[in-house]
């Protein structure tokens, strides 16, 4: 399949026919980029899986305009819910409700709940504008690869396999959204994102963190979000987080990039402004400044990809503070270092 790359907004009309005609469109949207399909058409999900390669039973996040279009999908909208759209939305919140007869089972993957987020990105907004219909969109990567935060990565994972790329230029919150589950007591958090739990915790009583984003996965805690249980967010190269004090964690930096380079290895380091100077290996980046943990969350997935560009085979990485959207940033980097995390 050719596909046709839009840089110009005006055209955006070309995109939203394409939807209308069953097809694929890959989106900006102000978290990751989005391969979008209208979530309506069972065949057109179906398509989504394929070009992403993605397994069956990890559900679909349906994309929304205008909270009128929520109606449709869900059974009910609690108080709860509706106080987290008029605060959070638009923005990056997707929440679970229980799904109404109209969404597709291949948007669900067969649960009876389905997740919805209004994005706050224009292009992504006009794009489902246009398109008349909401837009089931994962992350617009190869599945388990870092999810795209610029068209150039989409293009890399996904040219051939959509009719549409629209560059929106760089994602600016650049982890996913936060997804939450609206549908039990109390709401539970299934994936940490771009809207953080001190800021959900100022608006609600209570809310809970899924045990099993904390933990490293066993068969008696599989996560309620089924796409958290997977290989994630991994460069081709094996990453290990460095943890602990921070002149014990350049010591031990160090003494593991001699380790590595003696082994023949092409090392690569995911530092901060402050210490990429420190290290000297075959390829050292800057996550961004320490004290800017929105700034690292913007280029985390940028820089994983880049150690590949540059055929990296072992990353070594700071740790960053689980705190505001630092928790996102760990969470993520965890995964793609499959939880290797060695502390000193
Ligand atoms: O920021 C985002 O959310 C991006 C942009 C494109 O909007 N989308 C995204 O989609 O990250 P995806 O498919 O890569 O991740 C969706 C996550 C998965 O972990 C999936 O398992 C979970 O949401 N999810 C979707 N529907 C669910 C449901 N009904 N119950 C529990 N988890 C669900
Ligand atoms: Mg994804």
């Not at 649960?111 to 398109?131: C, E, F, G, N, W």
């Not at 530092?271 to 000297?280: I, P, R, V």
């Not at 070594?316 to 928790?327: H, N, Q, R, T």
Request: with cysteine; glycine share 6%.
């Amino acid at each position: 399949m050719k596909t046709v790359i839009i840089s110009d907004i005006n055209h955006l009309n070309i995109a939203a026919d394409v939807i209308q005609k069953g097809g694929l469109v890959a989106a900006p949207t102000e978290t990751v980029y989005g391969l979008c399909a209208n979530a309506l058409n069972p065949a057109s999900v179906r398509s989504i899986f394929k070009a992403k390669g993605r397994p069956s039973d990890n559900p679909l996040i349906v994309h929304i305009a205008d909270q009128s279009m929520l109606s449709n999908l869900v059974t009910s909208i609690s108080d709860e819910a509706l106080l987290l759209m008029k605060t959070f939305w638009p923005g990056p919140l997707t929440l679970i409700f229980k799904a109404s007869s109209l969404v597709p089972k291949e948007v669900t993957a067969g649960l009876d709940t389905v997740a919805i987020r209004l994005p706050s990105h224009p292009v992504m907004q006009k794009l489902i504008d246009l398109s008349g219909v909401p837009l089931a969109a994962p992350s617009a990567n190869t599945s388990g690869k870092p999810s795209p935060t610029n068209a150039q990565r989409v293009i890399e994972d996904l040219d051939g396999k959509v009719d549409v790329i629209i560059d929106g230029g760089s994602s600016s919150v650049g982890v996913e959204s936060t997804v939450l589950d609206m549908t039990s007591d109390v709401p539970v958090i299934l994936r940490p994102g771009g809207i953080t739990y001190e800021m959900l915790r100022a608006v609600l009583k209570t809310v809970i963190i899924d045990r099993a984003i904390s933990h490293t996965l066993s068969a008696d805690l599989l996560p309620k979000a089924p796409g958290m249980k997977y290989t994630h967010y991994a460069p081709n190269a094996e990453v290990f987080i460095v943890k602990g004090h921070s002149e014990a964690v350049m010591i031990k930096i160090s003494e593991l990039i001699k380790l590595s380079k003696s082994q023949g290895k092409a090392v690569g380091i995911l530092a901060t402004d402050e210490t990429s100077h420190l290290f000297h290996a075959d390829l050292v980046l800057s996550a961004g400044p320490e004290a800017d943990l929105n700034v690292i969350a913007a280029n985390l997935f940028e820089k994983l990809r880049e150690f590949d560009d540059a055929h990296i085979d072992i990353v070594y990485s700071l740790a960053f503070p689980k705190e505001g959207i630092g928790y996102a940033v760990m969470n993520r980097l965890e995964k793609s270092a499959s939880y290797h995390i060695i502390e000193v």
